[in-house]
């Protein structure tokens, strides 16, 4: 089946640091989430993006969708503590309510705060 | 508090055993599915459902069973379990704002 690339696969940074990671795919998506796990619980969704080109900011965070549909990346700026987890990439072909539901899921990238 | 709830949190089982991994969501949502996580492969998708009395096979099916009698509930069952299927494996539910993930059941087979 189908994953999406993901890298890198793991980051050490120091806290502050801005953070870049970026999601490609062999097909189309319609629909672009970002989402965050912490240890011993479920993705929790960061960012959406529904538009081609569209660049969309959470707070520190910011994520865009590709021209192509193909690719996605993520950016954290000014690392805190909390921001410790696996990130992953995930890919719908339906937007919004509508269509196939069904995500395709990055293999994650492990974010680690060096002291 | 509203969400996805997923029962049991941990569970060993030997080769050959079955079970049933419960899911229940209080969100109204028609679709839910179930997922397995395991190192360095992100999630996959198993089963899933649109809705009440329809499931369908994700991209990991074999060695699973799913039912939907209620629109809350979608557990998940191994019928034989194997060692392949030591895994972490997530319930979620799909609303109006996306998706919801329940905490996850870590599962390992011996």
């Known amino acids: 089946g189908q994953q999406l690339n993901q890298s890198p696969q793991s980051m050490f940074i120091q806290e502050g640091e801005d953070v870049s990671m970026n999601c490609t795919s062999s097909?189309?998506?319609?629909?672009w989430l970002w989402y965050k796990q912490d240890p011993g619980e479920g993705p929790v969704l960061l960012i959406a993006l529904y538009k081609a080109g569209e660049l969309t900011s959470n707070g520190r965070l910011t994520a865009q969708f590709g021209i192509t549909r193909k690719d996605s990346f993520l950016n954290i700026s000014a690392s805190i503590p909390s921001d410790v987890g696996i990130y992953f990439c995930?890919?719908?072909?339906?937007?919004?309510?509508?269509?196939?539901?069904?995500?395709?899921f990055g293999t994650g990238t492990r974010l680690t705060i060096i002291p | 508090n509203a969400g996805v709830t997923q029962t049991p949190k941990f569970q060993v089982l030997k080769t050959g055993q079955s079970m049933t991994l419960q899911c229940a969501q209080d969100?109204?949502?028609?679709?839910m599915s179930w997922y397995r996580q395991d190192p360095g492969m992100g999630l996959r998708l198993i089963h899933y459902s649109v809705g009440a009395g329809i499931t369908d096979q994700g991209e990991v099916p074999n060695g699973y069973n799913v039912s939907r009698s209620t629109t809350e509930d979608f557990p998940l069952r191994l019928l034989s379990a194997a060692p392949s299927q030591t895994s972490v494996y997530f319930c979620?539910?799909?609303?109006?704002?996306?998706?919801?993930f329940g905490s996850g059941t870590r599962l390992t087979v011996v």
């Open positions: 995930a890919g719908q072909l339906g937007i919004s309510n509508f269509g196939n539901e069904k995500l395709t």
């Open positions: 969100m109204n949502h028609e679709y």
């Open positions: 979620a539910s799909y609303g109006n704002y996306g998706y919801t």
């Open positions: 097909s189309i998506f319609n629909t």
